[in-house]
């Protein structure tokens, strides 16, 4: 099974409540530019997860607009759900959402990907970075990182 784990773009300075932060114009094509490097691998996934966030629903919908898919909102991919909720929600997830792509925060996303992986801190993800992981069962050190995209600089 693949899944695909994309932190959201850039996003505007702290304000009045960190859920309302916004994408910045940098952050949406940030994001555009992402799918368009990884098109290909993208067009395969079923099933849309994204965090409740402004920033990250904003995100996920980029990504659904070019794909023609729908954003499903999954609290738990709010940055401060511990990492082992998120892989048993994974571990339980029904084989047919898969290949999946998850639309989170930091430092969720960093720690799903190499706790999935068992690579310690070794891939950070940063804004608009998208990981491809591949594994028979979601747990940890059970996935192995396909590959890993960065915002195109």
Known sequence: MLLFVLRHGHAE????????????????????????????????????????????????KIVAETFDLEVEINENLTGDTPVQQLMDVLAEADEALFPLLLVSHQPLVGSLVNGLCGTGNEHPLGTASLACLKADVWARDCAELEWLQHKPS
């Open 13 to 60: 300075p702290f304000g009045n409540s960190d859920e309302t932060r916004a994408l910045t114009d940098d952050g949406r094509e940030e994001v555009r530019a992402v799918c368009k490097e990884r098109a290909s691998e993208l067009a395969q996934v079923r099933t849309i997860w994204a965090s409740p966030f402004v920033r990250t629903r904003q995100t996920a």
